[in-house]
């Protein structure tokens, strides 16, 4: 699909990852945050998240430019496929809700998601922080990655149900957290089954920041979602 190189998708993310956590450690170690629940309430996350996510698109634009493929021909962008990532996301609420639900029975909530929670709901500024890095930044620049570009190599080599479910698992262990690990990749193979069939990362890039948006929108409301 579209020439594009698994071993190559990997070292982008790795690469991101190096350049823009490395550089935020030394951000931390200079400011002085202490625990995560500073650092997500600090305008250090929004700086770090905001160059790993822009570091992610631009490592993956490059690496499709090489090979021809127009980023804005992957969109699609209408009014049509607007509603269906709106009806997506209700999916993935749904879904989201149900595995947790029985994961919740064997594995230990995720520590980090709970501070990030409850750090949405401490200001109005964290509120806009946390909503404009989970509900923009992340929602696009993981889509045009894991979808746009891995999911596409992925299915050089596989049909599209073993490419879907590989995509899901990549994206959840990307995602380094163990408790939300099954929850986060059976929704990364949702997405990826979902741009195969409509081809459309406009769809997914929206149900993805729906999803992301109803859950901070939640907790700063006050409702354990």
């Not at 350049?19 to 202490?34: D, E, K, M, S």
């Not at 625990?35 to 690496?63: D, G, H, P, R, V």
């Not at 980090?112 to 909503?131: R, Y």
């Not at 408790?179 to 929704?187: G, H, N």
């Amino acid at each position: 699909m579209r020439n594009l190189s698994l071993k190559e998708g990997v070292l982008i993310f790795v690469a991101t990852y190096i350049i823009a956590y490395g550089l935020g450690l030394n951000v931390i170690r200079n400011i002085g945050i202490n625990n995560m629940k500073e650092y997500f309430n600090s305008y250090a996350f929004l700086a770090i998240q905001s160059f790993f996510s822009l570091t992610l698109i631009i490592l993956t634009y490059l690496a499709m430019r090489r090979r021809k493929i127009k980023l804005g021909e992957l969109l699609k962008i209408s009014k049509h496929n607007l509603l269906l990532g709106l009806g997506l996301a209700v999916l993935l609420l749904v879904v989201e809700h149900g595995v947790i639900s029985v994961t919740d029975r064997f594995i230990e909530p995720s520590e980090t998601q709970e501070v990030l929670l409850k750090a949405t709901a401490t200001s109005i500024k964290s509120f806009f922080l946390l909503f404009f890095i989970g509900a923009v930044i992340a929602p696009v620049s993981e889509e045009i990655y894991f979808r746009g570009y891995m999911f596409s190599a992925m299915r050089r080599k596989l049909s599209v149900g073993p490419a879907a479910i590989l995509n899901g698992i990549y994206f959840g262990a990307a995602h380094l957290d163990v408790s939300s690990f099954i929850a986060i990749s059976i929704l990364g193979a949702i997405l990826a089954y979902t741009y195969e069939k409509k081809d459309s990362l406009f769809i997914v890039i929206i149900a993805h920041a729906s999803l992301n948006a109803t859950a901070i929108l939640a907790a700063f409301l006050g409702y354990n979602f």
